[in-house]
């Protein structure tokens, strides 16, 4: 395979694929019950469990203090009350990132549930390989990557046609598949883009952007952070905007909160 055939990727894209939602008739039913009234000022499910599993703890319905779910969520943080936290959740599916990446951010696992493409049931004749900056800023750096992974590439294929033909008289037809690809995926770099399905609460979330958004995290990941929190920002800006974003010598910006490990 020619080096201009490759595909290269260098931004991962972050899609919400699932948020909840609250069950106002149930909640109201539990308010009732206890004889309180109670309303939140956020329209925010995420936010509204939060503050109402925080309330639960001392049943502070009746009495709430001024300054809504905003200056709620904020005294929890600052307070450091952080498994009040674990009841929001967010589906994020994500691609366009290495295999490099996904080793790391699998070991993120209180929290987190994870569903990631399959090697052995996708051809990876087709695949794109997901390029450090490093490499990509520079021409000879960038020649020798496209060449590397364009005989990786071949292999791969020529691996999986080799296989299958040594396997024809295996009836299977999906096992004879699975079998070639999971044997030649061995020859597959890991640039090789993935696709990761990833379920967490908030609080796992925070400490995924304290982590991997450091100035010391490697620096794919990191870039995965700042998507990351620039979506959990737009979905609840309560449980997120402490956030913010520190520029750094290479250009790049760190995360940075004052509420670290809430």
């Excluded at 109201?28 to 469990?49: I, N, P, S």
């Amino acid at each position: 395979m020619a080096p201009s055939d490759i595909r290269v990727i260098r931004e991962p894209q972050v899609y919400v694929v699932g948020r909840q939602t609250v069950n106002d008739v149930e909640l109201d039913r539990f308010l009732a019950d206890h004889g309180v009234a109670w309303q939140t000022d956020t329209e925010v499910a995420a936010e509204e469990l939060c503050e109402t599993a925080g309330r639960v703890c001392y049943m502070s319905f009746a009495k709430p203090r001024p300054g809504g779910n905003a200056v709620y969520l904020g005294h929890i943080k600052e307070s450091g009350h952080g498994s009040v936290l674990e009841h929001a959740v967010w589906n994020l599916l994500i691609t366009g990132v290495s295999r490099t990446l996904t080793h790391e951010l699998i070991r993120h696992r209180s929290g987190f549930s994870y569903s990631q493409l399959s090697q052995r049931y996708v051809d990876e004749s087709a695949a794109e390989y997901v390029e450090p900056d490093i490499i990509a800023g520079d021409p000879d750096l960038h020649a020798l990557f496209l060449d590397a992974v364009g005989h990786a590439h071949q292999a791969y294929i020529r691996l999986s046609e080799a296989l299958a033909e040594r396997m024809k008289d295996e009836p299977d037809r999906t096992a004879r598949r699975k079998a070639a690809r999971q044997a030649a995926r061995c020859v597959l770099p890991n640039a090789t883009e993935t696709k990761i399905f990833v379920t967490a609460n908030a609080r796992a979330y925070r400490n995924f952007l304290e982590q991997r958004g450091s100035r010391h995290a490697e620096p794919e990941i990191r870039k995965l952070a700042n998507k990351v929190l620039d979506v959990m920002q737009r979905e609840s800006p309560n449980l997120f905007s402490d956030y913010e974003r520190i520029p750094l010598p290479d250009g790049t910006v760190e995360i940075c909160t004052k509420y670290r490990k809430v």
